[in-house]
């Protein structure tokens, strides 16, 4: 019932920056929970950022102060703004969505590669 879709990934200097674009269509996105996963070669699926409908915001200690997650309920999007990223960003980036009526949606996944 909810569909997300994915841009903003690609290579990238350390260093540099990324703004990582998340899509909803569907219902409920105002009342859901969204956030940014990733996954890195040989490690966990780990939580990078999350957003409530209260905006609310939660971040892991490996991207604090580097990165900002936020949303637009108008335009039904999500974004994550990546500063300053380093060779252990890179990972496949995944958004979520979360509510407590709704199965929780994943989105496609897009490449963050951040290398010299």
């Known amino acids: 019932q909810v569909n997300l879709v994915e841009s903003g990934g690609g290579l990238v200097q350390p260093g540099g920056s990324l703004r990582l674009s998340c899509v909803a269509s569907?219902?409920?996105?105002?009342?859901?929970?969204m956030g940014w996963y990733r996954r890195a070669p040989g490690k966990e699926r780990e939580l990078v950022a999350s957003i409530t409908s209260d905006l609310t915001t939660n971040y892991s200690d490996a991207v604090k102060g580097r990165f900002t997650i936020s949303r637009d309920n108008a335009k039904k999007t999500v974004e994550l703004q990546m500063n300053n990223l380093k060779p252990e960003d890179t990972a496949v980036y995944y958004c979520n969505f979360r509510h407590t009526f709704r199965n929780t949606v994943w989105g496609q996944g897009t490449q963050v590669t951040v290398s010299s």
């Open positions: 569907g219902s409920m996105f105002r009342s859901s929970t």
